[in-house]
């Protein structure tokens, strides 16, 4: 048997490092696991297959230790009759699984194509430069988490930034900026709509399918905002006014023309139609 690094008098090459856990992770101490049994117990029982419950139990040792580790991964496995490889896979596959050590409170800046127009992009920006963190990223102080995140299908509320999946509606750099501070400082701080703020590991028990023990947390859950409902009470027959939504800072347009259910139907300014468009009137096809 040849060593190449001796014929050539080079030194080994290290070994490729393919980012992958290394296995076996060690087990939770004797008592947590004991606890974290119970608990799957209860939430395997839900289902007519074990292995669908795989979604929950990662959100259950995630409600353990903040994030998905190797252990959890690990007893997720065990309870599951499930390889580490399967367990790996899904908990890679879904952003809502964590990763690495991270804040209490996961502010969450929806940068997708609503909310980036309307102010998203420029919220996380400044919380970024704020908060001395990039995407991803936990304060010093263990308090925050700041990333950015897809469309929460509140697209009405725009721009959205989510703290622990709760909704803070209709932000700006300056109020988010001021949300971050109160939770930094410990002040109790309330979103737009839902329940109130848990941590992190307590959303994620309650993400696991165990009660939910926030005050009027049932009733507070929230519903569709007006702008939702708009295509609903026109179903039903309903008139509405002609100008739904109105630019930031203005006043709302009673007036606007009858023939147009609401502002989304109204013909646009374009520069087909507006001479004082800087493209100017566009020539109509043929001329
Ligand atoms: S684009 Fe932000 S909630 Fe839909």
Redesign the pocket.
């Known amino acids: 048997m040849t060593d190449d690094s001796v014929i050539q008098g080079t030194a080994p090459a290290p070994p490729t490092q393919l980012g992958m856990p290394q296995l076996p992770a060690p087990d939770y101490p004797a008592d947590v696991r004991a606890r974290l049994e119970a608990d799957a117990k209860e939430v395997i029982a839900r289902y007519p297959d074990s292995r669908s419950a795989l979604l929950p139990l990662l959100h259950l040792v995630q409600s353990e230790e903040g994030h998905v580790t190797r252990t959890g991964m690990r007893f997720c496995a065990d309870v599951l009759g499930l390889t580490t490889a399967e367990v790996t896979a899904v908990a890679t596959f879904y952003t809502m699984y964590r990763r690495k050590p991270s804040g209490d409170y996961q502010v969450g800046v929806?940068t997708?194509?609503?909310?980036a127009v309307m102010g998203?992009d420029a919220i996380f920006e400044e919380l970024k430069e704020h908060l001395g963190v990039g995407n991803n990223e936990t304060t010093d102080d263990g308090k925050v988490t700041l990333e950015h995140i897809e469309?929460?299908?509140?697209?009405d509320f725009?721009?959205?930034v989510m703290v622990n999946w709760e909704f803070f509606d209709n932000q700006t750099p300056e109020s988010a900026k001021r949300m971050v501070d109160d939770l930094r400082a410990g002040r109790t701080v309330e979103p737009t709509r839902g329940a109130s703020l848990c941590t992190f590991k307590e959303t994620a028990r309650i993400l696991a399918g165990f009660p939910d023990e926030r005050a009027g947390a049932v009733d507070e859950s929230g519903g569709a905002g007006p702008a939702s409902l708009v295509g609903l009470r026109l179903a039903k027959g309903e008139v509405l006014p002609a100008r739904v939504v109105h630019p930031r800072g203005e006043a709302p347009q009673d007036a606007a023309p009858a023939e147009h259910p609401s502002s989304h139907d109204a013909p646009q300014q374009t520069s087909a139609s507006d001479p004082d468009h800087p493209a100017g009137p566009a020539a109509e096809e043929g001329e």
């Open positions: 929806c997708n194509t609503l909310c998203g469309c929460n299908a509140a697209c725009a721009p959205v």
